[in-house]
């Protein structure tokens, strides 16, 4: 069965590699065909990424959609999240999780037992987006908190800020402006993200 992987790691500091062997791994254990891998290097509270956009386009209904946990799917708000599995449900597309073991019956195709099983998985994603959505408002509510105190006691501070790498910017502009690869040979060629690279197009575009 043609099955389409998504990898995504939060920031430009992790790389999906891991879960690429993990997933290769599954799919070969399972007898899987993989039509497509897609990674990037982006944070699980958007909606619009770019690679996975891509997968949603590419892929054809009865396809399976294979990711390594449910967070690195989404940690969408809930209605992201909504617009998600609908997009999802609206193509076709069988969602497998490899650390869900029930999820593993959307491999074998219709029946009784993997309809029933569908119910039983759908309610259990659905905890653990819900759980995954949580655990992101904490931790953005912790940073809010410790920046929070840190103003207080020092009025003056200002936080760092995160700067701009400037050579991997003009690479990925230089790439860009040759117009002879692809985003994805740019993110490669430039050893950065795809959503780097998409933000630096537009960059080049105002």
Do not use: C
């Not at 105190?149 to 020092?154: D, P, T, V």
């Not at 200002?158 to 002879?180: E, F, S």
């Amino acid at each position: 069965m043609n099955t389409h992987l998504y990898l995504r790691a939060s920031t430009k500091d992790q790389d999906a590699h891991r879960a690429k062997v993990a997933l290769e791994s599954f799919a070969a254990e399972k007898g899987l065909f993989i039509a497509g891998i897609y990674a990037e290097n982006i944070s699980g509270t958007k909606l619009l990424r770019p690679e996975l956009m891509r997968l949603l386009a590419n892929a054809q209904p009865g396809e399976l959609l294979l990711v390594e946990s449910v967070d690195r799917l989404s940690r969408l708000s809930q209605v992201d999240w909504d617009t998600l599995k609908a997009t999802i449900k609206a193509k076709g597309l069988r969602l497998v999780v490899a650390d869900l073991p029930t999820s593993h019956k959307m491999i074998e195709g219709d029946g009784i037992d993997v309809a029933i099983m569908r119910v039983i998985n759908d309610m259990l994603i659905e905890l653990m987006a819900t759980m995954a959505r949580l655990d992101q408002e904490k931790r953005v509510q912790r940073i809010r908190e410790g920046l929070e105190n840190k103003r207080a006691a020092e009025p003056e501070w200002k936080p760092a800020g995160k700067g701009r790498n400037q050579a991997k910017w003009d690479k990925v502009a230089g790439l860009l402006k040759r117009n002879g690869n692809t985003v994805e040979e740019v993110a490669k060629i430039a050893e950065v993200g795809v959503a780097t690279v998409y933000r630096i197009k537009r960059e080049l575009t105002l």
